[in-house]
């Protein structure tokens, strides 16, 4: 049976993946935002700077659609989802598929909210910095 976080994360994942970025009701106010590579790197504090680190992130690409590929329960607290990217750049046409094969998303749930949100465009180097081998986990929904 799945957890009330790992429910909390797949609903946020199928707004994503219908290229639905505009919610937050699932963000603490104080959600601390992390890019570790990628883009856009950095970190913003609060939903409001988080919603401003997703434009800047997003802006340049069109059709932008994040599928989850998997989804990792790591402790009551933290849910790393294991990401697929599509979508093509406005500007150059470039498919995102094709220079990006896999990401990932490190949530940190407390109190049913989204604490802190880890982006990292590279999902090797997430499991890495996790310490998690690629093989192990749980499937996908």
């Known amino acids: 049976m799945a957890s009330a976080n790992l429910d ?3 609903s946020i994942y199928a707004a994503w993946e219908r ?3 505009g919610a937050d ?3 603490h106010s104080e959600i601390e935002f992390v ?5 856009d790197p950095g970190t913003s504090t609060g939903r409001p700077a988080m919603a401003e680190a997703w434009r800047s992130t997003l802006g340049p ?6 599928e989850a590929s998997e989804y990792r329960e790591l402790d009551d607290e933290r849910i790393l989802v294991l990401v697929h990217w599509s979508g093509h750049g406005k500007t150059s046409g470039l498919e995102l598929r ?3 094969t896999k990401s990932a998303s490190l949530f940190h749930l407390s109190g049913g909210k989204v604490t ?3 982006l990292y465009w ?6 890495t910095d996790l310490g998690l081998a690629p093989e192990a986990g749980s499937p996908g929904p």
Request: aromatic share 10%; proline share 3%; net charge negative.
């Open 8 to 10: 909390l994360v797949r």
């Open 19 to 21: 290229g639905d970025y």
């Open 25 to 27: 009701e699932w963000a």
């Open 35 to 39: 890019g570790v590579d990628g883009p």
């Open 61 to 66: 690409w069109e059709e932008l659609r994040a």
């Open 98 to 100: 094709q220079v990006q």
């Open 116 to 118: 802190r949100l880890v």
């Open 122 to 127: 590279d999902g090797d180097r997430a499991l």
